[in-house]
């Protein structure tokens, strides 16, 4: 056997553990999902058994659990856009802006980050109970953003760190003012950070749950505080929560996939010389 | 009407002044180089004309407009930076629309427009391309097309060349000459090079610590330094420069310089006062070898070493305790074992320099030259080339 083809089963060995680690809980997930709720806790565990798709019916029919991923949807795009939105102009704003008291404010803005959520739960409660926004995306909407907005700024900063400030020269004296400037040059060559951001902030706020699970009642509730109703106190339907976890897995990783495309470009962008 | 005026323009970073009010009038077509050292203010200046830097006093005006506050992309002006600053996400033709895109130009104008520069500077195979795709020399030359399709006023060039290598600057040297016959815009350029500045010029503008210490066509800066700091700083090899004192004036007026005895020149004769301590500067290339019997006055030098280049040939001599460097035809260089050779120049090619002030004396003392510049043309640029 020669040696690269060692190395290369050695790659491949190596990544199959991975990959084993990685998916057994996503496998599980999905096994007992498709389980009669009489095998979900048989000795020993039944690994052949007819699959049943009972537990994704009862899902959709007990439950509005079509409206409740709108709900998740509506409110993780939604603060991922305004995050993106308002964190890359700061970024932008406090990459550029030669000044003291401009890393003051980049601090300041990355201490939101720091804060414990569950210390402003209540505070946030009753701020929205007085501005009628309880059980509304919208409330979630601004809850998340206010710990998406400082990620994006840090995350957006690196980057516009790294744009070279003569490409916004040679646009300036090519005629350009400067919000055309930021939109046509600056932006695109931050492409990849723009992705980096929206995938950490879109899974965030997909997955949040303390938050979710306090400010929202019947209308605006999500996916995370769905599935974790089939909890009782009388009982845990397991094949339930199953379901639920793989249906919610499934818009993350499509955006996931849809952001990848620009995190590749972003690196072979990087490796090209000049 | 001239292209470009500044006006006792000053830069300041808080307390720190970088640039001392300087003087400068472009004329309209003209190519004027700021050449100087590092740290001497010549990007500063030229970024302040871009618009890329406030400018903390004086008056700038671009084609008779005052420009201090005007924004950058309202002074029609196109500028070629050193990392040539191509958009990376942008192809070629990308790039040239990018620019021209603020004038709102019909779809059939732009395309011909950019077909023209694309074809004058042979970009029209590299038109889909992505900058990451060109050698440095066709970046460089997408960078010259970017600012020629916005037709502009005056260009601006920041150290365009210095990161190509030797060949290739020669190179695209030569089409910047070619560029600026063939549009006459005026050209504003920002080297160290000062065999660009010598070869591109038709005014030279020599900078140091922030202030212009001459202006003039390449000709008169190099025959005509005003001061010790031009005087060494233009030509290669650099200037042979020897402490001095007047011997005698008036009449066969003479210089002592260790034990050389040395004519004055005829012309300064007058100025030149008994004691004065001067500086006297010769160019390696107006030093000759000759015979020991020659009628002229000459001396004796030891041969150090002898650099030999090609066509000429450098020897670094000591000659009456001073070092010196000859640049002499190839042909004439001394044989391999031989000690000592006589040399002689012409005092009238002798540059004397006041060693208190560093100021060059000329004859009625008149030694402002900065007036004297002018448009030379391009008429003997490559000729030019060819010699430096």
């Known amino acids: ?35 009669p709720a009489a095998l979900m806790f048989s000795k020993p565990p039944a690994f052949i058994f007819t699959p049943t798709l009972d537990n994704y019916y009862d899902l959709f029919t007990m439950r509005p659990f079509h409206l409740q991923i709108l709900n998740s949807l509506i409110v993780a795009l939604g603060s991922t856009a305004f995050s993106l939105t308002v964190g890359t102009l700061a970024a932008y704003a406090i990459s550029r802006i030669k000044s003291r008291w401009i ?34 995306p919208l409330a979630l909407i601004i809850v998340y953003s206010t710990f998406n907005i400082p990620l994006t700024v840090w995350l957006m900063k690196g980057f516009f760190d790294e744009v070279p400030e003569a490409l916004e020269e040679a646009a300036q004296v090519d005629g350009h003012g400067v919000f ?14 723009l992705a980096v951001s929206a995938v950490f902030c879109f899974i965030f706020s997909w997955n949040e749950f303390l938050f979710a699970l306090m400010l929202t009642g019947s209308k605006a509730q999500t996916v995370t505080v769905a599935v974790m109703s089939f909890w009782s106190s009388d009982a845990v339907q397991w094949g339930r929560i199953m379901a ?24 072979t962008m990087g490796s090209v010389k000049g | 009407m001239s292209s470009v005026t500044l006006r006792n323009v000053v830069k300041r970073y808080g307390q720190v002044e ?17 050449l100087g050292p590092s740290g001497c203010g010549k990007t500063t200046t030229l970024r302040m004309v871009a618009g890329l830097e406030d400018i903390s006093g004086g008056e700038l005006e671009i084609a008779g407009r005052r420009v201090n506050d005007v924004q950058p992309k309202d002074r029609q002006i196109a500028m070629v930076f050193q990392n040539y600053a191509l958009y990376p996400h942008m192809t070629v033709r990308q790039n040239m629309e990018f620019a021209l895109k603020p004038q709102r130009l019909s779809a059939t104008e732009a395309e011909g427009r950019i077909g023209e520069a694309a074809r004058i500077l042979g970009l029209e195979p590299l038109l889909a391309r992505k900058p990451s795709q060109l050698s440095g020399g066709q ?18 060039f920041d150290e365009p060349l210095s990161n190509l290598d030797a060949k290739l600057r020669t190179q695209v040297r030569v089409e910047i000459a070619k560029l600026h016959k063939r549009l006459g815009t005026t050209i504003l350029y920002v080297t160290h090079d000062q065999i660009e500045a010598m070869t591109l010029a038709d005014k030279i503008v020599i900078m140091k610590d922030g202030r212009i210490e001459q202006i003039g066509s390449p000709e008169e800066v190099f025959s005509l330094p005003r001061n010790l700091f031009v005087a060494s700083f233009i030509g290669s090899p650099a200037m042979n420069l020897m402490p001095g004192v007047v011997a005698a004036s008036g009449g066969g007026a003479a210089l002592t310089c260790g034990s050389l005895q040395i004519p004055a020149p005829n012309a300064l004769s007058r100025v030149l006062k008994t004691a004065q301590q001067v500086t006297i500067g010769v160019r390696p290339s107006d030093i000759r070898l000759v015979s020991s019997d020659a009628a002229t006055t000459s001396y004796d030098a030891s041969i150090e070493v002898v650099e030999y280049l090609g066509t000429e040939a450098l ?4 000659a009456g305790g001073q070092a010196l460097v000859a640049q002499v035809p190839a042909s004439d260089r001394p044989t391999a074992g031989q000690q000592n050779v006589r040399i002689a120049f012409d005092p009238d090619r002798l540059h004397i320099f006041d060693t208190q002030s560093g100021q060059a004396i000329r004859p009625g003392d008149c030694g402002h030259v900065e007036s004297i510049g002018g448009r030379h043309g391009t008429r003997d640029r490559l000729h030019r080339e060819a010699q430096v």
């Open chain 1, 1 to 35: 056997m020669t040696s690269s083809v060692r190395e290369k089963l050695l790659v491949y060995l190596l990544l199959s553990v991975v990959l084993i680690i990685f998916m057994t809980p996503i496998y599980l997930i999905l096994v007992s999902s498709l389980k």
């Open chain 1, 103 to 136: 890393n003051d404010v980049a601090f300041w803005i990355l201490s939101m980050r720091m804060f414990p959520p569950i210390a402003v739960v209540v505070p946030y409660y009753i701020i929205f109970q007085s501005l009628g926004l309880l059980d509304t």
């Open chain 1, 180 to 193: 055309a400037t930021f939109l046509y040059v600056t932006l695109p060559l931050t492409a990849p950070g």
């Open chain 1, 244 to 267: 639920g976890s793989l249906v919610v897995l499934v818009p993350g990783v499509i955006f996931v996939l849809t952001c990848q495309r620009w995190l590749v470009k972003g690196l």
């Open chain 2, 18 to 34: 970088v640039v001392h009010g300087i003087d400068l009038a472009v004329e309209e077509g003209e190519f004027v180089v700021l």
């Open chain 2, 139 to 156: 970046r460089q030359r997408v960078a010259m097309a970017r600012a020629m399709v916005r037709t502009p006023k005056v260009f601006l």
């Open chain 2, 315 to 318: 020897l670094n001599l000591s």
